[in-house]
């Protein structure tokens, strides 16, 4: 399959999305607006109202309430399908029994309104309990299908990355082609500015590509014949002539694609504690509705009928799952709210559920746990040399590069501006490419660049090649420096770790996580960030592919694991790890590819969410176990046990009235979630 069927399939995926998303929306604002309406009927305020006779009353409350039980919680019947069908009871079991209870009751009232008044029961209805219930729990349905319809926006920001024409050379000629149509083989010439096509290897010609998009590496890398090229990548100073060796579906941005694709379609959906529950309590709320209705219709007092009717309804109305509905949704709001509020975004429940569990966390590097650009972090002057201090060679280095593109140009720049020095605009510059530049500043000749340049000049660098090889182990990028052919010094670059990073991790592993980097950058610098930031398992020189691969072992020997990344090429991993955490200041595709968002870029947020996750669960635990006693003390009660000792039976009315007090409690321990500390 193509790229482009591929992407067609995505789209119609998207619009029968959309559509559902569409049809909740409509259901939504329907019931709520019906179940406002049913509701102040119900308690009878509105004016004018309460003048007309108590069937009437009731008839126009039934009219209301059918759209919404009929239509509206029309999805939730599925439930009672599978307990005839699968003998498997859920939520929306719950959901239909207790509402079409609370329902057929209300209309059994409501049309044989004289009979219950002849038989001495008060006659009273619940429509307005079946409406809520149905409008609250379906709220939860509509965010949650939200949430679930974003997962396919990484693979179209992904396409969307894509180059779409490519200039070959046929028979001699240069043409402009279709990115689908190149072919391996294909010689491929690739000028400044523009993106490499597709994947591999230069035959002619040299340049600095940055190939963050692949890498997620801030400081391009100088290509030379011989070197290979990743598809989608920049090509950023010099003129590229190379061969493909991979196209279609088996370039690099191709195989990302698939490996985010696997990894979203692979996750198993977390199962809620409250269906776990809700598989036997269902059943046995059924059971013991049914048994009551037995026993007060068989030994129950005159009318018995009426007294094993009520009784059964009662049972039913006081199991519904009001406060059991409740319990997740309304504290999945609170805590996500809270997050929001704090510039943490989580797409749904199973992510905080999730999180809550998770004991391993792995950062990427560059933009992550490090600021993402470089700068310059030591300065070396060579004794004996023209210059004499730091500051002459920064503003050497610095005004030969004053109009530079290249990040590391820009870096030493941006430090002698910050240094408060005044540069002079070059007398001549050229970029040489793949190892640096030539220039002319105060009539002096400047060379700034690698090891290569140096040698093919002939200056005599002496000790600075050691004192080179020193910083590279530190993890720093060295670049020389020569005036009139003699060598000046050394300035060394490195990506600056972020100013709160190394106190997250300290407080990461204080909650008993462990704590690993992940990186494309090789063995010495990330072995120096790891060392500078705390973290004591570093994985280096991993392509993206490899980081997926590295979190799926890590799967495998039974840990839950966090990606916090920022970059495309961390977004196979984000998709593969159970939570993915994304820095906000990184890329859409990122962003899409994992759970969390962190929408300030701060690592503090890595840290707060996980404590707000175990709040959150901690809290939905206590709800469910309240929805839960409420049930287990007050339904035997609803069942009549207390009748031969004390002639006590419970009322649909109080009923209605205990499950709405269970609400408030499940409610209002759920707003605790706004004041528990994150730190």
């Not at 809550?356 to 966390?361: A, C, P």
């Not at 980097?517 to 010495?524: A, V, W």
């Not at 990330?526 to 490899?546: C, F, K, N, T, W």
């Amino acid at each position: 399959m193509n790229q482009k069927n591929k992407l067609t399939l995505e789209e119609k995926k998207e619009l029968a999305e959309k559509k559902n998303q569409k049809k909740l929306l409509q259901k939504l604002l329907a019931g709520a607006v019906l179940a406002v309406f049913i509701m102040l009927f119900s308690i009878n305020i509105i004016p004018g109202f309460s003048s007309l006779s108590i069937k009437i009353r009731y008839i126009i409350i039934f009219i209301l309430a059918c759209p919404v039980q009929i239509w509206v919680g029309s999805q939730f019947y599925g439930g009672l399908v599978s307990v005839f069908r699968y003998r498997a009871a859920d939520m929306n079991t719950l959901v239909a029994v207790g509402t079409l209870s609370a329902f057929i009751y209300s209309t059994a009232v409501t049309f044989f309104l004289d009979y219950f008044i002849s038989i001495g029961i008060e006659p009273h209805v619940y429509f307005d309990t079946a409406a809520i219930i149905i409008v609250l729990i379906l709220l939860g349905r509509f965010f949650e299908a939200r949430s679930k319809s974003s997962a396919s926006s990484a693979i179209k920001k992904l396409l969307k990355l894509r180059a779409l024409k490519a200039t070959v050379i046929r028979d001699g000629r240069e043409e402009e082609i279709d990115i689908d149509d190149v072919v391996v083989g294909d010689m491929i010439l690739v000028k400044p500015g523009e993106k490499i096509p597709v994947d591999g290897v230069i035959i002619e010609g040299g340049s600095a590509v940055n190939e963050s998009m692949a890498t997620g590496e801030s400081i391009p890398v100088d290509k030379k014949p011989g070197d290979e090229v990743i598809g989608s990548t920049i090509n950023l100073t010099g003129f590229l002539k190379f061969r493909a060796t991979r196209v279609g579906k088996d370039t690099f941005l191709s195989q990302i694609i698939r490996l985010v694709e696997e990894a979203q379609t692979s996750k198993a959906p977390i199962q809620r504690l409250a269906d776990k529950v809700a598989s036997y309590f269902v059943p046995i709320v059924i059971l013991i509705a049914v048994i009551t209705f037995t026993v007060w219709f068989i030994w129950g007092p005159k009318p018995s009928i009426t007294f094993a009717l009520v009784n059964f309804v009662s049972v039913l109305i006081i199991a519904c799952p009001c406060a059991l509905g409740l319990a997740t949704p309304t504290a999945i709001l609170v805590g996500t709210g809270r997050g929001a509020e704090n510039g943490i975004l989580i797409k749904d429940a199973s992510s905080l559920e999730i999180a809550r569990r998770l004991d391993t966390i792995i950062f990427d590097k560059t933009g992550t746990i490090t600021r993402g650009e470089p700068e310059v972090r030591e300065i070396i002057v060579k004794k004996g040399s023209l210059i004499n201090t730091s500051e002459q060679l920064l503003y050497i280095a610095a005004s030969s590069e004053l109009y530079s593109e290249h990040p590391l140009g820009k870096a030493i720049v941006k430090k002698a501006k910050d240094s408060g020095l005044k540069l002079k605009e070059p007398q001549e510059f050229i970029s040489i490419a793949g190892k640096g530049i030539r220039a002319k500043v105060d009539d002096r000749e400047i060379l700034k660049g690698n090891l290569k340049l140096m040698m093919e000049n002939k200056v005599p660098l002496g000790n600075l090649v050691e004192a080179a090889q020193k910083l590279s182990e530190r993890g720093l990028t060295p670049v020389f420096v020569s005036v009139d052919n003699k060598p000046a010094g050394i300035i060394a670059f490195a990506d600056a770790l972020k100013n709160n990073a190394k106190d997250v991790v300290l407080r990461l592993k204080k909650l008993g996580l462990e704590v690993a980097m992940l990186t494309g950058d090789n063995r010495n610098t990330a072995y120096a960030v790891g060392e500078e930031a705390g973290i004591d398992r570093v994985i280096s020189e991993v392509l993206p592919e490899q980081k997926a691969e590295e979190v799926k072992k890590l799967q495998r020997e039974g840990k839950i694991v966090a990606m916090v990344g920022d970059g495309i090429n961390d977004a196979p991993a984000l998709a593969q790890s159970d939570i993915g955490i994304a820095i906000g200041t990184g890329t859409d595709v990122a962003m899409e590819s994992s759970q969390i968002t962190l929408i300030k870029g701060d690592l503090y947020g890595v840290l707060k969410a996980i404590i707000l996750s175990r709040n959150t669960v901690r809290i939905i635990r206590q709800n469910l176990f309240w929805a839960f006693f409420y049930n287990i003390i007050l339904i035997p009660v609803a069942a009549g046990v207390l009748y031969p000792f004390f002639g006590v039976l419970v009322s649909p009315i109080f009923a209605a009235a205990a499950m709405a007090f269970s609400s408030i409690s499940v409610v209002s321990n759920s707003l605790r979630l706004r004041i528990l500390s994150l730190k």
